[in-house]
């Protein structure tokens, strides 16, 4: 018997082919009219918007989209890791936000201005994918001469999670423990990281949650 040589499949091929590229797509709101309503703070209750069979992504350049940035860095983790990015949260809608947080207070995410993403990678501790990232920096031509942006520090005040969070001029990130972070959005038994940029390059402007930046998007 002649042995054969066994059929190669697409996903076995050289690098990762069998990944799906990050794009916007991955960014659209998780808001579900399916959501049984809930209860705000005064009480009132309260439904979810149909995300993106109600509403687009943020107006930017006058198009659907989301900070370059974030996309552009899952792309490299995926890449890296060769394993599939799940992306849990992306653009909220400032009805969405409030379904899932309904305190005024929290109502100052930079979900809503396509500056902020929650994801997992599949057998990956969210620790050992900040080196990945830290690597991307000192090793892209963009970055170049421009030290705040090589070198992380870690953030010392207070915030929602226990693990100090990362950050350099252009972002900030964050882990999220199995026990930190739930809402519907990340309901998954999975720890998570979030990343939210601080700085947009190609604008030349820091970036921050305006109420009027929240109602910015595609209706
Ligand atoms: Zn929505």
Same mark, same amino acid.
């Given at each position: 018997?002649?042995?054969?040589?066994?059929?190669?499949?697409?996903?076995?091929?050289?690098?990762?082919?069998?990944?799906?590229?990050?794009?916007?797509?991955?960014?659209?709101?998780?808001?579900?009219?399916?959501?049984?309503?809930?209860?705000?703070?005064?009480?009132?209750?309260?439904?979810?918007? /149909?995300?993106?069979?109600?509403?687009?992504? $943020?107006?930017?350049?006058? *198009? #659907?989209?989301?900070?370059? &940035?974030?996309?552009?860095?899952?792309?490299?983790?995926?890449?890296?890791?060769?394993?599939?990015?799940?992306?849990?949260?992306?653009?909220?809608?400032?009805?969405?936000?409030?379904?899932?947080?309904?305190?005024?207070?929290?109502?100052?995410?930079?979900?809503?201005?396509?500056?902020?993403?929650?994801?997992?990678?599949?057998?990956?501790?969210?620790?050992?994918?900040?080196?990945?990232?830290?690597?991307?920096?000192?090793?892209?031509?963009?970055?170049?001469?421009?030290?705040?942006?090589?070198?992380?520090?870690?953030? /010392?005040?207070?915030?929602?999670?226990?693990? $100090?969070?990362?950050?350099? *001029? #252009?972002?900030?990130?964050? &882990?999220?423990?199995?026990?930190?972070?739930?809402?519907?959005?990340?309901?998954?038994?999975?720890?998570?990281?979030?990343?939210?940029?601080?700085?947009?390059?190609?604008?030349?402007?820091?970036?921050?949650?305006?109420?009027?930046?929240?109602?910015?998007?595609?209706?």
């Amino acid at each position: 018997m002649i042995p054969q040589q066994l059929p190669s499949y697409p996903w076995e091929t050289a690098g990762a082919p069998h990944l799906r590229p990050i794009t916007k797509e991955h960014f659209r709101c998780r808001g579900r009219r399916s959501h049984p309503p809930k209860p705000n703070h005064n009480g009132e209750l309260q439904g979810d918007c /149909d995300g993106y069979f109600e509403h687009g992504l $943020p107006v930017r350049n006058g *198009e #659907e989209g989301v900070q370059p &940035i974030l996309i552009e860095l899952l792309n490299i983790l995926q890449e890296k890791t060769k394993n599939q990015v799940i992306v849990t949260s992306g653009h909220r809608c400032p009805k969405h936000q409030a379904y899932l947080y309904s305190h005024p207070k929290a109502q100052a995410s930079k979900h809503q201005v396509g500056a902020e993403v929650a994801f997992y990678i599949p057998n990956w501790e969210p620790e050992n994918l900040i080196p990945i990232i830290e690597n991307f920096y000192k090793s892209h031509s963009r970055y170049e001469q421009r030290p705040s942006y090589l070198h992380f520090k870690r953030w /010392d005040k207070e915030t929602d999670v226990r693990t $100090p969070p990362w950050y350099n *001029e #252009e972002i900030f990130i964050k &882990i999220y423990q199995q026990d930190e972070g739930r809402n519907e959005d990340n309901s998954h038994p999975f720890p998570y990281l979030s990343i939210q940029v601080r700085y947009d390059m190609e604008k030349g402007e820091k970036v921050q949650y305006t109420w009027k930046g929240s109602q910015e998007y595609f209706r």
